[in-house]
């Protein structure tokens, strides 16, 4: 079956840095554009970055923009989220995507997305 496990959430201080991981299995990756949401407690699942299945386009959510990195190697059915100057307000469960829909619009999930079980990122002030 299909499993998206994400790694390297954490504590970090204000201005810090953080690496999160999603490694999928049970699916062609490479058919897949990927990407991270985030929700916060009381708030709803926000987009905050995708990449196309080459990994050509990129797509970020304005807050996050700038400031993190999405990449993905599709070798090793991976794909990262490099989160630098971290602040107060990034902190929330991020979750990896497997199908995400991007239009100059924005990003929202596909019908049929996949979703890891979700990290959690505390950002102290």
């Known amino acids: 079956q299909v499993q998206l496990v994400e790694s390297g959430g954490g504590l970090v201080q204000a201005g810090g840095s953080l690496r999160l991981s999603c490694a999928a299995s049970?699916?062609?990756?490479?058919?897949?554009?990927m990407g991270w949401f985030r929700q916060a407690p009381g708030l709803e699942r926000d987009f905050v970055a995708a990449?196309?299945?080459?990994?050509?386009?990129?797509y970020y959510a304005d807050s996050v923009k700038g400031r993190f990195t999405i990449s993905r190697d599709n070798a090793k059915n991976t794909v990262y989220l490099q989160m630098n100057s971290l602040k107060s307000e990034d902190t929330a469960i991020y979750y990896c995507?497997?199908?995400?829909?991007?239009?100059?619009?924005?990003?929202?999930?596909?019908?049929?997305?996949?979703w890891g079980q979700g990290t959690q990122v505390t950002v102290s002030s």
């Open positions: 049970g699916l062609t990756f490479g058919y897949y554009t």
């Open positions: 995507a497997a199908g995400i829909s991007c239009s100059p619009g924005g990003c929202r999930p596909s019908i049929g997305v996949r």
């Open positions: 990449i196309s299945v080459s990994g050509g386009n990129t």
